[in-house]
């Protein structure tokens, strides 16, 4: 008798994240689907970062738009203190955050191109849609974009960290010292 099927021993197909939102299917792959080229030849952008390189795991997100590839994209993420890939859709305007590892980057899906690249200071832990803002919580950053994906704000934080909102007013709590601010002004900076 064998042991426990584990999630690891799972072939990269299998442990596919597929989600849906307005005319968006977002795919997101642990690994770099046997698909992949298929998948590739027929969309409107490839945009493909590091694959070559020997260290790190590779992840590829796919986005279909009714039967249709929008995008594919496929890079390498050191999990560091982060966690694994992560996705934040935003169907009315069009926008798509993804990151893993310290990855992150936004697309526009209408035409479809890489807005931009950025780091996740020591590892994404995933994101989060309020309102207009979209959130990312990272080891070290607490940062938000505006649904265009331009970035508002960046603080530095350390675990244990955690926010709550009530309205549009945050509440960070960063090791028991507690500010507040405006979610989309963000925290204030003190003068040096």
């Not at 999990?79 to 590892?101: K, M, Q, T």
């Not at 028991?176 to 979610?183: K, P, V």
């Amino acid at each position: 008798m064998s042991g426990p099927l584990r999630v690891r021993d799972l072939p990269d197909y299998a442990r596919r994240v597929s989600l849906s939102a307005g005319q968006y299917v977002v795919e997101v792959h642990p690994g770099h689907p046997s698909t992949f080229d298929q998948l590739a030849s027929g969309a409107r952008l490839v945009d493909v970062t590091d694959l070559r390189a020997s260290e790190g795991r590779p992840c590829s997100v796919i986005v279909s738009e009714h039967g249709k590839t929008v995008l594919v994209t496929s890079f390498r993420y050191q999990l560091a203190g982060g966690l694994g890939p992560a996705v934040a859709l935003l169907p009315d305007v069009h926008r798509l955050f993804v990151g893993a590892g310290e990855e992150v980057f936004c697309y526009d899906l209408a035409e479809p191109r890489r807005l931009w690249r950025d780091k996740a200071d020591t590892g994404l832990w995933g994101w989060e849609i309020v309102g207009a803002t979209v959130l990312m919580s990272a080891e070290l950053e607490f940062a938000a974009w505006d649904k265009a994906g331009e970035k508002l704000w960046s603080t530095f934080v350390e675990p244990p960290w955690s926010y709550a909102f009530d309205g549009d007013q945050v509440t960070l709590d960063v090791m028991g010292e507690i500010s507040q601010f405006n979610l989309r002004a963000g925290p204030s900076r003190i003068p040096q």
